[in-house]
């Protein structure tokens, strides 16, 4: 039988675009590159994401062996459109490189591989937004009752009407995560996005995730970068349920254990922990009201 779905008989206004050619599913190839800007993305017409490597950095924390990670996630979508994404979960996970020619080859030895030792952003909490609703709860049920003359019915209704104020906010929530194998420290971090509920704009759009790693010193490792957007509308539903997005595909990053990537300004500074360390140019934070750029607060 010839396929004749129409995604347009269906009620969905498409500005998808998509190849009846093989996308080749290779993604993005590592070749040895050490500290590769583009850690993952994947598109399909207006709608995307991409993860960035803008920071990397040897030193100490706590007084150990440590490496200082930024990564910029960003996410494109029609804004208020039911092509938004509505939640996402993005998992960064850290393992000890056995050839640095081979990613697939993975390391089996957790004692091997980096642990995280602090993270940010732990929470972002966006604006509240309220929104009165009401609700009216009604029951009708038929009375029997007995009269001189026999048996009648008649009908009964109550009702109450309640009205209350329902408040929601957009939220980025970050947690370790590790298998059992890693039971000595997580060797992963996840963010979990999630739109407002109330104005239904879609995700927070764009964010820096900073990781500071404990790891031996000159070890080369791989850092997986996974994206997974929930799509609140999917707009044609032959190519979505059977497109494997290309970010799955994606090869790890090569972090090689020396060599710096990002903001030089951090670069006189190998003391993560330390209390003058410039954290406003590894976050990517505004400067505050009165700092001029190149100053340190």
């Excluded at 969905?12 to 190849?19: A, L, P, R």
């Excluded at 404990?214 to 509308?233: Q, T």
């Excluded at 979505?240 to 997005?245: G, H, I, N």
Aim: aromatic share 10%.
């Amino acid at each position: 039988m010839a396929d004749t779905l129409d995604p347009q008989a269906l009620g969905f206004e498409s500005d998808f675009v998509f190849s009846d050619e093989d996308d080749g599913l290779l993604g993005i190839r590592n070749d040895e590159r050490v500290n590769r800007s583009l850690a993952t993305q994947d598109q399909i017409g207006k709608t995307g994401y991409s993860a960035y490597v803008r920071h990397v950095q040897y030193g100490t924390y706590e007084s150990k062996p440590a490496c200082l990670l930024g990564i910029d996630f960003a996410f494109r979508f029609p804004p208020k459109g039911l092509g938004r994404f509505s939640s996402a979960e993005i998992e960064v996970t850290f393992e000890k490189a056995l050839n640095i020619s081979k990613p697939h080859l993975r390391s089996t030895d957790a004692s091997l591989d980096p642990i995280v030792a602090n993270f940010a952003p732990r929470q972002i909490l966006g604006q509240t937004k309220p929104r009165d609703n009401r609700k009216i709860l009604e029951i009708s049920a038929p009375v029997v009752f007995h009269t001189p003359f026999g048996p009648a019915q008649m009908s009964a209704k109550w009702s109450q009407e309640t009205t209350f104020t329902e408040e929601g906010r957009l939220e980025v929530h970050g947690n370790l995560a590790q298998d059992d194998d890693h039971d000595d420290g997580a060797n992963s971090v996840t963010w979990d996005l999630t739109e407002n509920p109330v104005s239904k704009n879609g995700i927070l759009r764009s964010f820096r995730g900073v990781i500071v790693l404990f790891c031996r010193p000159g070890d080369a490792f791989w850092m997986r970068v996974s994206v997974k957007p929930v799509v609140k509308f999917a707009l044609d539903p032959r190519k979505l349920l059977t497109k494997r997005l290309v970010g799955d595909k994606d090869e790890p990053v090569l972090l090689n254990g020396r060599q710096s990537l990002g903001n030089s300004s951090c670069f006189g500074y190998s003391e993560f922990d330390a209390e003058d360390f410039p954290w406003l140019g590894v976050l990517n934070l505004p400067q505050p009201l009165g700092i001029k750029d190149g100053e340190i607060p």
